[in-house]
């Protein structure tokens, strides 16, 4: 909670810091930031996937979260993944790639 800057109880923060730095550090990195290569996001941006509140976070914590694309090799050729990944690429670049 406080490392997005919600409503805290400083005291169990201050408990739960050191737990953090030696548990979760090594995927969401020691400010939060998130690995996105990893699948491990952003713990500091607001930004909730599976909801959010103490007991959203215990529950994510206890149960883990598998958030794995599943393969496509076996549903699309390799001409429409092509294709795909250029559609998809193309949404990251905004309106720059509507220019060219």
């Known amino acids: 909670l406080s490392l997005y800057g919600a409503a805290h109880d400083s005291i169990r923060k201050a408990r739960g810091e050191p737990i953090f730095k030696s548990t979760c550090v090594a995927c969401h990195g020691a400010d939060g930031k998130g690995n996105p290569a990893m699948g491990a996001p952003s713990l500091t941006d607001g930004i909730f996937l599976h909801g959010s ?3 959203a976070i215990i529950e994510q914590v ?3 979260r598998q ?3 599943p393969a ?3 549903i699309l050729s390799q001409a429409k ?6 559609y998809v690429y193309s949404l990251s670049q905004g309106d720059a790639a509507a220019t060219k």
């Open 72 to 74: 496509h090799k076996d």
């Open 62 to 64: 206890t149960k883990g």
């Open 67 to 69: 958030n794995q694309m």
């Open 53 to 55: 509140g103490e007991a």
């Open 81 to 86: 993944i092509h294709l795909l990944t250029a």
